[in-house]
């Protein structure tokens, strides 16, 4: 249940295209014919892409093809003296793949007149992510071919990339963890060199700004001018996009997020945890001083010059403050210290530190292979089990009691701005399968008295979770309820309905047709039968026919 994050940044030269593009719109209709031109129109579709991704998934990926398409055709009239075109088109590429293949509930593959984004050509802008690796590195060759500074929204893209690569590791049965280090060593490199560049530049712009900010105190001192006119300098910092606080502190939480996938790689806690902290720590200690240093100078309650400088919001320290924590408790493999590592009464009392609480326990019950079959022929490791099931429905209580009032507040607000509450709702029922999931596994402990003892009540909680879950995603997220979000709401829904019918014993090619669906069914039958507890209700007897 971990959030996703990974948005890859828009150049400030293809932002600049489509803020003039908004102030020159007969630009549309000339068609270009030279480099530059094309690398123009190709910012323009891509900004009509974005336009449209919250309506109709299938009509903004035709803008992004043809957005791609113009990048293509830039570099082509001009292979090897326009960056941008390369930086767009790499850029373009990982933000589809993030859009129509990391987020929940959305098949590219069931969208209708796709065709040419889809056909997994060279020119297609739907790619796998090896291809958007290379478009990345691509990108910076052409920079270092050029003898130019490599864009620091282009380093942070790749950082992205590669992070990116080493999170699907996880999915990987072949378990090549030399491979994990080896992206995480050049991906943590990418970082290290990126927060230096930030840092030195944000330094520069603060003593810029300094330097000006005191030239108008004496000039202001020595004239009858007016005290409120404002410098050209200060006209130019803020006309100019600069480099502030939070983009540096949004660079040293995703390092952070490299070393939480680079962990939840590990399965054998022994020899591979070592290597893996030996690998970030010295370099999570630099990120901790410049985040900490941040923070003190440039948090909301500290910065004291909000008017020039953006501020780093408690929502970023929030952040940061968790993704901290969850990485302290992915290099820890015992319970109890788990445990008080969460209940420090110094983190957030938000949803995201319960979510991340119950997911560390879950990646130590994974990492040290704890399940069922393992727990019933060892009374230790069933006490285990129980205890740790019984903490992460504790921590899901909590998030969802918090998501619940988050839900509530956002209701009241005007119907105008209630975006986001499709995904809060999604996010509820989520949490309340999930606590389904717990209550399942508990139930079948056969090794532990405990579990014995309250087996009924903890299987019929099952049931009202999953009804309660399916209740909930039933229900719209509102006027303004984004595309994605309503398809998330339909997942939750189809995966509440597939548990239901499997403990109603209701699993035959029939009955699934008709309550679910045979396209919803077959789609969460992989996901189910992985996890192990549904096989006691007969899961592996269900064959999906030939001729689907």
Known sequence: MKKGGKVPKLGKRAQSLLNSQKENQEYESKQPQTADEFLDQGAIDEESGDRWLGSDLAKALRFYQ??????????????????DSYYNASRLLF????????????????????????????????????????????AIDVANSLNVRIPLDLLFNTALVYTEVIEIQQENESDNFDSVLEYGYKTQGIFQNLIELQTTELQKFINDLNEITNDSSSTNNNSTSSSSDTSPQEEEFTSEEVLQPPDVFETIISAYRLAQAVLENISDSNSQLVSSLDMINPFLSTCEA?????ILNFGERNNKKSDMISSITQDNVDDYLICKT???GLAINEFSKVYELWNSDELPHTPERYMSAADNIQTMIDRNDINLNSASSNQTIAEFYWKALTQMGNYYKQSQELLNTLLIEKKKRPSGTDDGIGSIISQISNIIIARSDIDLQRSQLQNYEPALKHKDVLFQNCKTFLKNAMNI????????ERITEKLQREKRKAEAVMRLCMLENKSSLQEL???LGRQKWTAELPNLSKLGYFDAFGISNIVVPTDF
Not at 66 to 83: C, D, E, G, R, V
Not at 290 to 294: F, I, K, Y
Not at 473 to 480: A, C, D, F, I, V
């Open 95 to 138: 933000h589809v793949y993030n859009q129509y293949f990391k987020t929940d509930g959305v098949s590219v593959y069931d969208l209708n007149n796709v065709e040419d984004a889809i056909s997994g050509g060279e020119d297609s802008v739907v790619q796998n992510l090896s291809e958007i690796v290379r478009a990345h590195e691509k």
């Open 326 to 328: 969850y990485i302290k």
């Open 290 to 294: 410049v985040a900490d240093d941040l």
């Open 66 to 83: 043809k957005a791609y398409n113009q990048y293509l055709m830039a570099i082509k009239l001009s292979p090897n003296s326009t960056l």
């Open 513 to 515: 047709d008709s309550i």
């Open 473 to 480: 995603s039933n229900t719209t997220g509102g006027l303004r």
